[in-house]
């Protein structure tokens, strides 16, 4: 599995007249377990993975989402397993990635989720507009996501704090070889030019530490 996503960049719809954003509202962070020891905590771009009840704040049901994740309930409904998802790339609810940072394995969260960081005007499902959620949320435990600050380190093969064509390359063809695919110059090439495409912002020709790593206002 290839570990570079193209992430879709959205312009922000929130702007006021002279130009700025509106400020976004936060979610309600409620911390209801937290270990003795935290070794870990969870930040944009780790893979987490949780258990979750979610809950219509305004009147207190519990929800059921058919479609992506099951956010109704990962242990009582349905799929009993707990889920992965990366963290801070739109992977579940703005909220989520709002809410669940610097958490610890092992701790557990009570998020409230406004409107506008979960499904907005139009609701989902059984899920009506305008509705602010409540998620009981564990986290089980914390890997190295695609994006951290670890994987960058393993492409950089010459610590200079930024990736040339060469070593995106290299990693790309080791991901290949290690998942038994044979490798394809012209392919890794093609794969290559896409991935600058998209993550080189300043067009310098590398992709440094922030720009692998950042996380858009947008996402």
Request: aromatic share 12%; glycine share 8%.
């Amino acid at each position: 599995m290839i570990l570079f996503s193209v992430f879709s960049i959205f312009p922000s719809l929130f702007a006021l007249v002279t130009g700025g954003k509106l400020p976004e509202p936060e979610v309600k962070i409620e911390v209801v377990h937290k270990p003795f020891m935290c070794y870990r905590k969870s930040k944009y771009g780790d893979m987490l993975l949780v258990h979750y009840e979610g809950f219509l704040e305004s009147n207190g049901t519990m929800f059921h989402s058919r479609q992506g994740l099951n956010y109704s309930c990962s242990r009582k409904q349905g799929d009993k397993n707990p889920v992965w998802f990366t963290l801070g790339i739109r992977e579940v609810l703005k909220g989520w990635d709002k809410g669940l940072q610097n958490m610890c394995t092992g701790e557990r969260r009570k998020l409230t989720v406004p409107p506008s960081l979960a499904y907005g005007k139009e609701g989902k499902g059984k899920i009506p507009p305008n509705s602010a959620l409540i998620f009981d949320i564990e986290l089980m435990d914390i890997k190295n996501g695609p994006r951290s600050h670890e994987s960058f380190r393993e492409m950089d093969l010459n610590d200079d704090w930024k990736l040339s064509r060469n070593e995106v390359k290299e990693y790309i063809k080791k991901e290949f070889e290690k998942h038994g695919y044979f490798p394809n110059d012209t392919h890794h090439e093609v794969m290559v030019d896409d991935i600058f495409k998209n993550e080189d912002e300043d067009k310098d020709g590398f992709i440094s530490a922030r720009e692998f790593t950042y996380q858009h206002d947008e996402l």
